[in-house]
């Protein structure tokens, strides 16, 4: 079946480090790829996708590549903020299948002036 | 701005008490999901609407929770009667299934339910 793997937290950095969240997936055919984010108290938000194998999705300094050669769905962000401390979440959509989306567990990060 | 909006933010309620929590969705989606957040479960899918109708409840507990669409701008979720194993935030989101647009969900601020 289909699935997604997230790398488990907490993550916690320093302010300007480098950041990388890694993500995994199963699924047969070209999925469509998301990372989410929430912010304390809120809900998920889209922080980017990429629809075909190869694309990059990028937003706020965030990037992700679409590797269909190793299944991975990899966030980085090259200088982290106090800012970007929150719970990040991949996600995929089979294709050929209803609008629903299938959730990784979650990575929270901490990041620390 | 549009967004989806959610009622209560807050509950705190009794056990076996009924709890109703509403989403009005973004004028112009046409699916609508549920979703509970627990810190142990993570995030789950309870039930989604396409055009109104509930294409998938499976995630949701048949005996005690119930979801509907009376019209295109409210989508309900009901709990009947709660237990404290409810407790968790709820969250609504919508969306516009459409060819092109990459199936984005847009979440609502969620209700936090406490079960005493």
């Known amino acids: 079946g289909n699935s997604v793997t997230q790398m488990e937290g907490p993550v916690t950095l320093s302010e300007e480090a480098f950041l990388t969240i890694n993500c995994t997936y199963t699924a047969t055919g070209y999925p469509s790829l998301f990372w989410y984010v929430q912010y304390p108290g809120e809900g998920l938000q889209l922080l980017l996708k990429a629809t075909k194998a190869d694309d990059k999705g990028s937003n706020k300094g965030f990037e992700a590549t679409y590797r269909k050669e190793t299944t991975s769905f990899h966030l980085e962000k090259g200088s982290v903020q106090v800012s970007d401390s929150a719970v990040y979440f991949c996600?995929?959509?089979?294709?050929?299948?209803?609008?629903?989306?299938?959730w990784g567990a979650g990575t929270k990060l901490i990041i620390k002036p | 701005d549009a967004r989806v909006t959610q009622t209560p933010r807050h509950k705190v309620t009794e056990m076996g008490q009924e709890v109703t929590m509403r989403c009005q969705p973004i004028?112009?989606?046409?699916?609508v999901f549920w979703y509970r957040q627990t810190m142990m479960q993570g995030l789950e899918l309870l039930a989604y609407f396409r055009n109104r109708a509930p294409l998938d409840d499976s995630g949701m507990p048949k005996d005690r929770f119930s979801a509907e669409m009376p019209d295109a701008t409210l989508a309900t979720l009901k709990i009947q009667p709660s237990e404290p194993r409810d407790s968790a935030v709820y969250f609504c989101a919508s969306g516009l299934d459409k060819k092109g647009t990459h199936n984005e969900q847009f979440f609502g601020p969620g209700t936090r339910l406490t079960v005493l």
């Open positions: 996600a995929l959509r089979a294709p050929w299948t209803d609008y629903q989306l299938i």
């Open positions: 004028l112009g989606h046409n699916t």
